[in-house]
């Protein structure tokens, strides 16, 4: 496996379920992102991990939790989420969580809340 | 606060023809970074280049060119030649050096242009 993974693909869940997003990156980096892309909306920046800490958490709602185990791995814990959650859900990596270092993406979560 | 807008939201080319996706953005920083990514149907964003703003320099790859101009706060992309394989979504990104409450990465995506190469 090259660059960075994201399972599943595909994923609908009701309102009331337990789900998790599960990211991999295989670049050696220090640095993993969460986005939220929903349609006609910018990407938005949910959570940054560098060497396994949360730097960075944009008013994320708590029905989103993150847990990244270490800096390979990084997951997205989802529990009564709402429609309107529905979105693809990016999983991105960077060698580290300055500036100047471009992300990496995976293929995307395309999860659907019903 | 910073900011990156892509005033094309949706273009459409015939094959072969050439193509430029503005971006202008917006810093209080002297020090930051652009990029341009593209995102396939498939979903996966694409990383294609990197611009640190002490680099004006333009750059060529392929059929691909940047125009980066400070002066009017733009970083434009240019497809020579277009093929059915170009079309995808393109985003322009911005992000500062500068350190803000500790959170080192300030980065912004703009809304993107959807590009259409049609055979």
Redesign the interface.
């Known amino acids: 496996e090259t660059g960075v993974t994201q399972t599943p693909r595909h994923l609908v869940m009701g309102m009331t379920n337990k789900k998790s997003l599960k990211c991999e990156q295989h670049l050696g980096h220090n640095?993993m992102y969460w986005y939220k892309q929903s349609a006609k909306?910018?990407?938005e920046?949910m959570f940054?991990y560098s060497l396994e800490e949360r730097?960075?958490n944009n008013s994320v709602p708590s029905r989103f939790s993150p847990e990244c185990p270490n800096s390979s791995h990084l997951f997205l814990h989802l529990h009564t989420l709402q429609p309107e959650d529905s979105a693809?859900y990016?999983c991105?990596s960077?060698q580290e969580?300055?500036?100047?270092y471009?992300?990496?993406?995976?293929?995307?979560t395309?999860l659907t809340v019903t | 606060a910073q900011k990156v807008t892509q005033a094309q939201t949706e273009i459409s080319v015939v094959e072969k023809e050439d193509v430029t996706l503005d971006c202008v953005y917006e810093t209080r920083d002297t020090t930051y970074y652009l990029f341009w990514y593209k995102q396939p149907p498939s979903g996966e964003l694409v990383f294609l280049i990197r611009r640190n703003s002490f680099d004006e320099q333009n750059e060529i790859s392929g059929r691909y060119s940047w125009n980066f101009q400070k002066s009017t706060s733009s970083f434009n992309f240019t497809i020579t030649a277009s093929q059915v394989v170009d079309s995808a979504v393109y985003f322009c990104a911005l992000s500062e050096a500068l350190l803000l409450d500790n959170y080192g990465q300030n980065f912004v995506f703009g809304p993107g242009t959807r590009l259409s190469v049609l055979p």
């Open positions: 640095a909306k910018p990407l920046l940054v730097v960075e693809l990016l991105a960077s969580w300055q500036g100047s471009e992300q990496y993406f995976g293929p995307g395309r």
